[in-house]
């Protein structure tokens, strides 16, 4: 009998690439869209990768879960945000089955992210509120968490790998680890109080620098006109 060796996620992989080639021709796309639509789905070749062996997980046991998880997901933990939370919390059940939660999204340049989510930069970069923010950074901790819904916030500068866990999923960890998010929204409406008086002092000194410009303005034209009159 004849054994098939093709790797799994590279036979897929290749199955969408082809289709996305007849989908350009077909539709006569022009070669710069065709080149965009061909770096995203480079760019999403790994994700599709993961997604077709998370099923795995829930055939695992609990404590078979958690220990996987530990070694599947080290990369994740080293980041700042978790090893924070890890330390609140002292210790990492809370935060493996968060990783374990977590899904792997691409955004291209110039998207706009949707709310709804916290997100954590694996790679690219994205504009949040005024920040660039870079691999490991992260935001939306306060929309899952405290449930506060906002406006879409941040947008894709670069090609953008992110982490991303909904609200309605970080939910379900409360049932389960009840103390460990009560000691998170702690953290986060800390957080959340202080990034808002920020955001405040920001606002105000940008209204004050705007006040003196106009002013300046004013009184410029003002000599100016006294001069012309002379």
């Known amino acids: 009998?004849?054994?098939?060796?093709?790797?799994?996620?590279?036979?897929?992989?290749?199955?969408?690439?082809?289709?996305?080639?007849?989908?350009?021709?077909?539709?006569?796309?022009?070669?710069?869209?065709?080149?965009?639509?061909?770096?995203?789905?480079?760019?999403?070749?790994?994700?599709?990768?993961?997604?077709?062996?998370?099923?795995?997980?829930?055939?695992?046991?609990?404590?078979?879960?958690?220990?996987?998880?530990?070694?599947?997901?080290?990369?994740?933990?080293?980041?700042?945000?978790?090893?924070?939370?890890?330390?609140?919390?002292?210790?990492?059940?809370?935060?493996?089955?968060?990783?374990?939660?977590?899904?792997?999204?691409?955004?291209?340049?110039?998207?706009?992210?949707?709310?709804g989510r916290f997100y954590l930069i694996t790679q690219g970069s994205a504009k949040v509120r005024r920040e660039i923010l870079g691999p490991g950074g992260y935001w939306g901790d306060d929309d899952v968490i405290l449930d506060s819904p906002k406006l879409p916030l941040a947008v894709a500068t670069t090609y953008l790998h992110v982490q991303a866990i909904t609200r309605k999923d970080f939910q379900e960890l409360r049932k389960a680890h009840p103390e460990a998010y009560k000691a998170m929204q702690r953290v986060v409406r800390w957080s959340a109080i202080r990034q808002l008086m920020l955001d405040n002092y920001r606002e105000k000194r940008d209204q004050q620098i705007l006040t003196r410009v106009k002013n300046s303005k004013l009184g410029l034209e003002m000599i100016s006109a006294s001069a012309t009159r002379q």
Request: hydrophobic letters at 40%; one cysteine or more; aromatic letters at 8%.
């Open 1 to 115: 009998r004849a054994v098939n060796n093709a790797d799994p996620d590279q036979v897929a992989f290749q199955r969408d690439w082809d289709g996305l080639n007849r989908f350009c021709a077909h539709n006569a796309i022009p070669p710069p869209m065709a080149r965009e639509l061909r770096r995203y789905v480079l760019e999403t070749k790994q994700n599709r990768a993961a997604d077709s062996r998370a099923s795995i997980y829930a055939k695992l046991s609990p404590t078979l879960l958690q220990k996987a998880g530990s070694h599947i997901n080290r990369s994740l933990m080293e980041f700042r945000c978790f090893a924070r939370v890890r330390d609140v919390l002292n210790g990492d059940a809370f935060v493996i089955a968060l990783t374990l939660g977590m899904t792997p999204k691409v955004f291209a340049p110039r998207d706009v992210i949707p709310n």
